[in-house]
């Protein structure tokens, strides 16, 4: 799913080795591999293997989801949008973390029932 391609081929009329569905995607940042990425993608390999691409999102979208539970890689993908995020609007640096406190606390301050935010926003279980 993700050769390069290129290589040669011994037992086949095709010459060399296609490059596997996933390639074009290893060329991006995990953090810039957003919703439109996926899509533009999925619409430039279905035409040619559908069968094959349908696979391949399914198994992306578990890599995804794996990264997202395991906080190594999920902040990768986080801290770099977040500073991108920050950038664009201007902002000074403020960690993610700190913006869940400074959310949680005007949350409160707003009388925001305590375990609407600890599960929604937070991540908590109360």
Do not use: N, Y
Request: proline content about 6%.
């Amino acid at each position: 799913m993700v050769q390069a391609g290129g290589e040669p081929r011994t037992r086949s009329k095709v010459k060399t080795t296609q490059a596997g569905i996933l390639r074009p995607l290893l060329a991006r940042p995990l953090a810039l591999i957003d919703a439109d990425t996926i899509a533009a993608w999925m619409a430039a390999e279905a035409p040619a293997r559908p069968a094959v691409d349908a696979l391949a999102f399914r198994q992306l979208a578990a890599f995804l989801r794996w990264c997202g539970e395991h906080p190594e890689f999920g902040a990768i993908a986080q801290a770099e949008a977040h500073e991108r995020a920050l950038s664009a609007a201007g902002l000074p640096h403020l960690t993610i973390h700190g913006l869940r406190r400074s959310f949680g606390t005007l949350c409160e301050w707003v009388e925001v029932p305590a375990g609407v935010v600890a599960q929604s926003v937070i991540g908590q279980q109360r």
